[in-house]
C-alpha cells in the first residue's frame, strides 16, 4: 500500500505521542535571548564602514547561518538620546533593521511596533552612527515579536505548522509567568529555540539556556 504524505504525518504524530507517555520525550523549548541588534543591508553597511567593507564575524548564533560580528555602532532617536555599543548581526539583508526592546525605547524617545522580524513598513525612525557615515532609517525600528523557531519535524511534534500562534508557559525562571500569542516559525535551517528580549528575560528571571512548555490549556 502507499502511503501519502498525510498518513506518513500521522504515523510520526502517533510515535511521538507514544514516546512520550513512555516519558522518553522532551517536551521542552530551550529559549535565546535576543538583546538590542541591527541587521544591515550592503548600501548601509558602505556608508557607515566605508566602500568595500565586510563584516566580521565573532560567534556563531544558535540558528544556523546567523552570527554576530565585531562591529558595533550608536543608535540614536528623535530626542537626540542616544545607545552606543549596539551589535551587528550577519549576513547581510536586503533591508537594514534595529531590534530593540521596549525599555530602549524609552531611552530612544522612539515608538517601535512590536512586529515578526522583516515586517518593518511603517516601523519606527531611527538613527544610526557608524566610524565613517550615518545611516537614516525612516522606518525599520522594531521590538520583535516573541517566537519560535522550529524544524519541519518539530512542528510536527508540536503539532503546528508556520504562522501559528501558541501560548507557552514560562516555569524555569524565578517568576513563572503565561506568554501568549508567541508565533511558530517553521523552516528546515532552524533549530528549535524560543526568542525573547531582555525585557522579557528580565521579568521572568530567564538566562541562555532556560526552557519553556507549550501552554496544554
Known amino acids: 500500500m502507499e502511503l501519502t504524505s498525510a498518513a ?19 517536551n521542552t523549548i530551550p529559549v535565546g535571548i535576543s538583546n538590542r541588534h541591527i541587521h544591515l543591508n550592503r548600501e548601509d553597511l558602505e556608508t557607515l564602514f566605508g566602500k568595500g567593507y565586510e563584516l566580521t564575524p565573532i560567534k556563531e548564533l544558535s540558528q544556523p ?8 555602532l550608536t543608535l540614536v532617536g528623535p530626542s537626540m538620546r542616544s ?7 550577519g549576513p547581510l539583508r536586503k533591508s537594514s533593521q534595529v531590534e530593540i526592546s ?8 522612539v515608538k517601535p511596533p512590536v512586529r515578526e522580524s522583516g515586517k518593518t513598513a511603517g516601523s519606527a525612525p531611527v538613527t544610526i552612527i ?3 557615515g550615518i545611516v537614516q532609517l525612516n522606518e525599520g525600528c522594531i521590538i ?11 512542528a510536527v511534534k508540536f503539532n503546528v505548522k508556520d504562522g501559528d500562534y501558541i501560548n507557552v508557559d514560562a516555569f524555569s525562571g524565578t517568576r513563572k509567568t503565561r506568554w501568549y500569542d508567541v508565533q511558530v516559525r517553521v523552516h528546515e535551517q ?3 529555540e524560543m526568542h525573547v528580549d531582555t525585557d522579557d528575560a528580565n521579568a521572568v528571571g530567564f538566562k541562555n539556556g532556560s526552557t519553556v ?5
Open 190 to 192: 532552524f533549530r528549535l
Open 144 to 154: 520583535a515579536n516573541r517566537h519560535i523557531h522550529m524544524s519541519p519535524s518539530d
Open 8 to 26: 506518513i504525518a500521522d504515523i510520526v504524530k502517533k510515535v511521538i505521542s507514544e514516546m512520550g507517555d513512555s516519558g522518553s520525550s522532551d
Open 130 to 132: 557608524g566610524p565613517k
Open 102 to 109: 521596549m525599555t530602549d525605547s524609552f531611552v530612544l524617545k
Open 83 to 89: 545607545i552606543e555599543n549596539v551589535r551587528v548581526l
Open 213 to 217: 512548555t507549550v501552554a496544554k490549556d
Open 65 to 72: 547561518g546567523q552570527y554576530a560580528c565585531k562591529e558595533t
